[in-house]
């Protein structure tokens, strides 16, 4: 007898690669889980108390808000998602963290495409996009299901792809995901882009890549991403937090956007 989840990933399997190849909008990629897991018993039988609820379908997408964090290398994201995550639990909300998802790729073990083969970067990026769209798609899901009111904390998100890409090739791999650039910025209620430490700060910047080996711009390529970030960001939705002052001053006028 095959080990039962074991069963369950080849089942789910052939929908990832679906979806890769045939992504549906954003707005029926639940409608989709909810009708795969039905198919093959992943849900658990209803109680008396959850027959009184409404099908997911109509769940109130109000109740999931969504706030990203971006910003150039050494802006502070990580530093500031226990404090941001447990100020938004003291005001009543549950907060769940989406990973950035390049980090998440890099520890299963896939690698960073050659740069030099355009098809090989349309398929990581266009992939990339995906998963990122699959956990937005599914934590906005399990929020709206548990009926409370739920805060989607990013480390990054979709327009940050855009950064790190010629337009062109941004433009292919939008393309081959179907999302309209139009569509992107309005997805998130609030961008915090906190900027880099190379930016105004490049003496800090500097001592705290040397404490980490992840950290492989210079000041001067980490104040220039933190710009392009910044640009394929723009929009009314975003807050820009300098380093004018301490890393507390910092936090705190992070925290106060929300």
């Not at 409608?31 to 658990?44: D, G």
């Not at 938004?88 to 495409?113: D, I, M, N």
């Amino acid at each position: 007898m095959i080990p039962r989840p074991a069963l369950y990933l080849a089942l789910l399997l052939p929908l990832l690669l679906l979806l890769l190849h045939f992504p549906a909008p954003p707005g029926q990629l639940s409608t989709q889980i909810t009708s795969l897991a039905k198919q093959w018993h992943l849900l658990p039988p209803l109680s008396m108390a959850d027959r009184a609820r409404p099908p997911p379908e109509r769940f109130p997408s109000t109740l999931a808000t969504s706030v990203v964090l971006t910003g150039g290398p050494c802006g502070g994201k990580t530093s500031l998602l226990p404090s941001l995550s447990a100020e938004l639990t003291s005001r009543g909300y549950k907060v769940f963290l989406l990973p950035e998802v390049p980090t998440l790729l890099l520890g299963a073990g896939v690698p960073y495409p050659n740069w030099g083969d355009d098809y090989e970067v349309l398929a990581f990026e266009a992939a990339l996009l995906a998963v990122q769209l699959q956990l937005e798609a599914s934590l906005s899901f399990i929020a709206a299901a548990s009926l409370q009111r739920t805060v989607l904390v990013h480390d990054r998100a979709l327009l940050d792809v855009a950064a790190y890409l010629e337009p062109e090739v941004w433009g292919g791999v939008r393309d081959r995901v179907g999302l309209r650039q139009a569509e992107l910025g309005g997805r998130y209620e609030l961008v915090l882009h906190l900027e880099s430490a190379a930016v105004g700060l490049p003496g800090v910047y500097e001592k705290e890549k040397a404490n980490n080996p992840a950290r492989v711009e210079t000041a001067e390529e980490a104040a220039a991403l933190d710009g392009r970030i910044k640009e394929a960001w723009g929009g009314a939705n975003v807050k820009v937090v300098g380093n004018g002052g301490g890393w507390e001053e910092k936090k705190r006028e992070a925290i106060g956007h929300v």
